[in-house]
C-alpha cells in the first residue's frame, strides 16, 4: 500500500471517526433494521423524504431517528438535499445493498462484535477470550452447530460467501484430475462435498468434528447422497491424529487459517503420511499477499482479529508466503499454483 502524507487537521478527524467507530457502526445496523434505508431508497425519485415522514411512515419517533439520521449525515451515509428530504449517498447504498457489505456486517454484529471487547485479553493470553460471550466453548469450532440460530446463520453467510463462488471452477479443475477418492478436510455444512457427489461418482469422505460432521452428513443424507458420501471423525487439536489412506485428492478449502502455524504443520505432517506418490493435496485459500484491492486485503486483516478475539486465540488469515513455508516443511512440493476468482488460491501439492 502506497504511504500519503495527510494534513494534521485531516489526521485528527480521521482519529476521531476511529474513536466513535462503533458508534457510527450501530447507528447503520439500527438503520438497516428498522428500514430506513429502504424507505430512502423507496422515495429517490421523489428526491427523498424528511425526517417527519420518514418518522410517521416507519412509526419510529423523530427524536430516535433524528439522532441517528445526524450521525449518518456527518459520517457521509445520508446526505440531505436543498428541499430538506434524507437521500443514501452512495456509501449508504452500498452499506444496504451490497451483498459482501451485508454479510460482512451482519457477520460483525452477530458474531463478533461483543466478543471483540475481549480482544486485549485474547492478545495477552493467546486464548479466544471472546468466546464467552457466545458459549463455553474451547474454540468457536466445537460450537458451531450448538450456536443460537441468527447467530449461526450470520457465520455461515460469510464463511460460504468467501468460498460458494469459487466451487464452480474448483470443480473444473478438480474433475480434470479425474478422482476416484477425495478427501474433503473441514467439510463443513457438506456443501463442496454434495457438489462432487451430484457432478460425478466419486466417493468422497467428508473428515471434520464430530457436531460439524452430523450436520454435514444430515445435508447429504436430504440430497440423497449417502451411499456416496461418508464421514470420518476428528479434532485436529488432539495428539497422533491420523487419516485413511487411499484418497486421490485432499481437499482443504478455507481450513488452515483456522490453526496456527505449528498446528497447520502437524496437519498437513498428517495429510502427507496418508498419501503416496499420485495423492494431490490441495489447498484453496484468501492469502493477504494475493489480493488485488486493498479493501480485500483490509477485510482479512479484520477476519484476524475474529480469529484471535473468538475462534481460537491463535490463528489468522495467512500470506501465501506463510503457506508455502510449512508446505515444504511438512514434505510437499507445489505443483499448481491456481488464482481463482477474485480472492482465492488455490495450491496444489504432491508428497516429495
Known amino acids: 500500500m502506497q504511504k500519503t502524507s495527510i494534513k494534521a487537521i485531516d489526521a485528527i478527524q480521521e482519529a476521531h471517526k476511529i474513536a ?75 452499506l444496504n445493498y451490497n451483498e459482501t457489505v451485508n454479510v460482512n456486517i451482519n457477520f460483525t454484529q452477530d458474531v463478533c462484535y461483543k466478543g471483540l471487547f ?30 443460537p440460530e441468527n447467530i449461526q446463520k450470520s457465520w455461515f453467510e460469510f464463511d460460504h460467501h468467501y468460498s ?21 478436510i473441514g467439510a463443513n455444512t457438506g456443501k463442496f462435498s454434495i457438489l462432487c457427489g451430484k457432478n460425478s461418482d466419486i466417493n468422497i469422505t467428508m473428515i471434520d468434528l464430530p457436531g ?33 489412506k487411499g484418497a486421490d485428492i485432499i481437499w482443504l478449502c478455507q481450513f488452515l487459517d483456522c490453526f496456527s502455524k505449528e498446528e497447520i504443520l502437524s496437519i498437513l505432517s498428517t ?13 484453496t485459500e484468501t492469502y493477504t499477499d494475493r489480493q488485488r484491492f486493498d479493501n480485500a486485503k483490509f477485510i482479512l486483516e479484520a477476519t484476524s482479529l475474529y480469529f484471535t478475539a473468538l475462534a481460537n486465540g491463535n490463528s489468522k488469515m495467512y500470506a501465501a508466503s506463510d503457506l508455502i ?3 515444504d516443511q511438512a514434505g510437499m512440493t507445489i505443483h499448481e499454483d491456481i488464482a481463482l476468482g477474485e480472492y482465492h488460491t488455490m495450491l496444489v501439492c504432491k508428497k516429495k
Open 20 to 94: 466513535f467507530a462503533p458508534f457510527v457502526f450501530q447507528a447503520v445496523v439500527s438503520l438497516r433494521k428498522l428500514g430506513v434505508f429502504d424507505k430512502i431508497f423507496e422515495k429517490r425519485k421523489q428526491k427523498g423524504l424528511p425526517l417527519e415522514t420518514l418518522a410517521k411512515e416507519l412509526s419510529i419517533s423523530e427524536y430516535g431517528l433524528g439522532v441517528l439520521l445526524e450521525i449518518a449525515e456527518s459520517s457521509e451515509i445520508v446526505q440531505k438535499n436543498d428541499l430538506g428530504n434524507y437521500e443514501l449517498t452512495t456509501t449508504g447504498y452500498f
Open 118 to 147: 475481549h480482544l486485549n485479553d485474547a492478545i495477552k493470553t493467546g486464548q479466544p477470550e471472546g468466546l464467552k460471550e457466545l458459549g463455553q466453548w474451547k474454540t468457536i469450532y466445537e460450537g458451531l452447530s450448538q450456536l
Open 164 to 184: 460458494d463462488d469459487i466451487f464452480e471452477e474448483a470443480l473444473k479443475i478438480v474433475f480434470k484430475k479425474k478422482p476416484k477418492t477425495l478427501f474433503d
Open 212 to 244: 460439524q460432521l452430523n450436520k454435514a452428513l444430515s445435508n447429504v443424507k436430504k440430497q440423497g447422497l449417502e451411499n456416496q458420501i461418508k464421514g470420518y471423525p476428528i479434532d485436529w487439536l488432539e495428539d497422533n491424529n491420523s487419516i485413511p
Open 271 to 283: 495429510c502427507v503420511e496418508a498419501m503416496d506418490e499420485n495423492t494431490e493435496l490441495i489447498i
Open 325 to 327: 513455508e510449512l508446505i
